[in-house]
C-alpha cells in the first residue's frame, strides 16, 4: 500500500514535471532588463533575419527608464517553433501569447525594425488596447503597399532571402555571419546569439520563409481593423540616399502612420543607415520610446512633430 501511494506521488510528480518542461519549451525565448515601472513594458521586434540579439545596445539604454524585452520569434534565435505558423497574424498572436505567459496585462509600447514593424502594426491592428505606443525603425509596414517601386524591391528582397538559406547549404555562413555581426557591433553572448541564429540551418529556413510571406503579409494586416489612430506613433526614418526616387518611396511610407496617428512624431535621421539606430545612432530609438513613456502618463494634445 504504501509502495502504491509512493508511486502515486511519484508519478504525480513526474506529470506535473513533463509538463512544466514542455510549457518551459514552447515558451518564446527572452532578453528582458530593468525594473518594472509605472511606464508601458517596451517589446523589441527584429526585422528580417533578426533576433534578439540585435538590440544588445538598445536594451542596455531603454532598461535605465523601466522593463524593457526583446524575444525570438518562434523557430529563429533560441525560440523552438520552426514548424509554427509564420503569417503575420499568426506572429502577432505568438506575441499575445507570450505576454500572456509574462503576466503582463498592461498596454506595452512595440519597437519594430525593418521587416518586424509589419509584425508591430498587426499586433497594434489586432490589439489596439493593448499597446500604450509604436515606434518603426526604418519600418516596413503596410503603408509600402502604397509605392509600387517599393513593393517591387520588397520581392526583390524576398529572392536575396532565397539566396541567403542557398549560401547556408553551401557552408558559406560561418564565414558571412562575423562579417554581419562586425556591423551591427555585437558582442558577448549576443555576438554568439546571432551567429547562432545565422548559422543554424533550420533559422535560416524560418527567416527566409518570413521573408517570402512579407508581401502577402503587407495585404493581410491591412485587410485588419485599422482602429488605431488612437496609438501614438514614432517614426525613425534613416537613409544615406535620400534623393533616390526608392529612398523616397521608403520615406514616404515610413512617416506615413505617425502622420495618421492622433500623436506622431517624425525623427528623421541623415547619415544613419538602415541597421545604425541599433548601435551608433541608438540615441533615436532610445528619444522615441521615452516620448512615448512621457505620452503615455501625460496623453498631451499634440500633433504629428519632427
Not at 499597446?131 to 517599393?150: E, R
Not at 548601435?279 to 520610446?289: E, G, M, S, T
Request: with cysteine.
Amino acid at each position: 500500500m504504501v509502495f502504491r501511494m509512493v508511486g502515486r506521488v511519484l508519478a504525480v510528480l513526474l506529470l506535473v514535471f513533463a509538463v512544466g518542461a514542455r510549457a518551459d519549451e514552447a515558451r518564446l525565448f527572452t532578453d528582458c532588463r530593468g525594473d518594472k515601472t509605472a511606464a508601458p513594458m517596451v517589446i523589441l521586434e527584429a526585422g528580417a533575419f533578426g533576433t534578439s540579439a540585435d538590440w544588445q545596445f538598445v536594451l542596455n539604454d531603454l532598461s535605465l527608464g523601466g522593463r524593457v524585452c526583446a524575444y525570438d520569434r518562434a523557430g529563429l534565435g533560441r525560440s523552438p517553433g520552426a514548424d509554427k505558423p509564420k503569417d503575420v497574424q499568426s506572429r502577432a498572436r505568438q506575441l499575445a501569447e507570450l505576454l500572456d505567459q509574462m503576466g503582463e496585462t498592461g498596454p506595452v509600447i512595440l519597437v519594430g525594425h525593418s521587416n518586424g514593424a509589419l509584425y508591430a502594426e498587426a499586433f497594434a491592428r489586432m490589439w489596439p488596447t493593448r499597446v500604450a505606443g509604436v515606434v518603426y525603425v526604418n519600418g516596413v509596414g503596410t503603408d509600402a503597399l502604397d509605392h509600387p517601386l517599393l513593393v517591387h524591391d520588397l520581392l526583390k528582397e524576398g529572392r536575396l532571402a532565397e539566396l541567403a538559406a542557398r549560401a547556408e547549404r553551401l557552408g558559406l555562413a560561418p564565414i558571412i555571419a562575423p562579417m554581419l555581426i562586425d556591423q551591427m557591433h555585437l558582442s558577448g553572448d549576443a555576438a554568439r546569439r546571432k551567429y547562432h541564429s545565422l548559422t543554424c540551418r533550420a533559422c535560416v529556413k524560418v527567416a527566409r520563409d518570413e521573408d517570402r510571406l512579407l508581401i502577402p503579409g503587407l495585404i493581410a494586416a491591412r485587410d485588419l481593423p485599422d482602429d488605431v489612430s488612437a496609438i501614438p506613433v514614432a517614426v525613425i526614418s534613416a537613409d544615406t540616399n535620400t534623393k533616390s526616387e526608392l529612398a523616397m518611396a521608403f520615406h514616404a511610407a515610413q512617416i506615413a502612420p505617425a502622420q495618421r496617428a492622433k500623436y506622431g512624431w517624425i525623427l528623421d535621421a541623415p547619415g544613419a543607415n538602415h541597421v545604425s539606430p541599433l548601435a551608433r545612432d541608438r540615441a533615436y530609438v532610445v528619444a522615441a520610446v521615452n516620448w512615448l513613456r512621457a505620452t503615455y502618463a501625460a496623453s498631451p494634445d499634440a500633433g504629428v512633430v519632427h
